[in-house]
Structures are given as structure tokens and as C-alpha cells.
């Protein structure tokens, strides 16, 4: 059974930091794309960053760039989101998503999220 548990959300004050986990089972995490994403309320679903299957690249919003870090133990099968400076806009849902593309087949599975919140 395919599965991937986020947690580390929490509230947290106008720069502060955070990381996130997401911990996957039942796939073979080391084939896959790693992505984070957030949705805040009465907003569309933002792609926060992206580790390719060795971590050798990563890639981030703009809105997030400079400020968050995107790594991931292929050993421990555990996606991380390092957040740093964070903002009140930042306030979101936050939810881990692995991909696979294969000639056949597309894999894509999702986490439910963890909350963060930026407030004083």
C-alpha cells in the first residue's frame, strides 16, 4: 500500500523556521521525482520545489527561493522541506507528491498534508 505521511507543521512565528517530513512506503522511493506543494486558503495549489531521484538538482518557486531547502534520504525513504525566514504568506497546507513517468505508466501519489501557519 502506497503511502506518504507528512508531519512538522506547526505554528510558527514571522521568521522562524520549520522542516517538514514526508516519510513514503510501499514504492520504490529512490525512482522517484519529489515535489512539495502548498495550497493556502482561497488560493490555487503552488508548487514549492522540486529534488530530482538523487538530489543532485533541485529547483523552487520564486516566492520561496532563498529561503527554503529541498533534500531527501533515499536510505530512509523521507522527503524534507527545510523553511527558513518564514512568512505570514507562506501560511499553508503543505503536502508532499512523488512521480514516476515510465513508457506505460504514470505513477503520481500524494501525501494529506501538514498545516503550517505564520502568525505572531
Known amino acids: 500500500q502506497v503511502q506518504l505521511v507528512e508531519s512538522g507543521g506547526a505554528l510558527v512565528q514571522p521568521g522562524g523556521s520549520l522542516r517538514l517530513s514526508c516519510a513514503a512506503s510501499?514504492?520504490?522511493?529512490?525512482?522517484?521525482?519529489l515535489s512539495w506543494y502548498r495550497r493556502a486558503p482561497g488560493k490555487e495549489r503552488e508548487l514549492v520545489g522540486t529534488?530530482?531521484?538523487?538530489?543532485?538538482?533541485?529547483t523552487f518557486a520564486d516566492s520561496v527561493r532563498g529561503r527554503f531547502t529541498i533534500s531527501r534520504n533515499n536510505a530512509k525513504a523521507t522527503l524534507y522541506l527545510q523553511m527558513s525566514s518564514l512568512k505570514p504568506e507562506d501560511t499553508a497546507l503543505y503536502y508532499c507528491?512523488?512521480?514516476?513517468?515510465?513508457?506505460?505508466?504514470?505513477?503520481?501519489?500524494w501525501g494529506q498534508g501538514t498545516q503550517v501557519t505564520v502568525s505572531s
Open positions: 529534488i530530482t531521484t538523487t538530489g543532485g538538482v533541485t
Open positions: 510501499g514504492f520504490i522511493f529512490s525512482n522517484y521525482i
Open positions: 507528491n512523488a512521480r514516476r513517468r515510465t513508457l506505460l505508466k504514470d505513477y503520481d501519489y
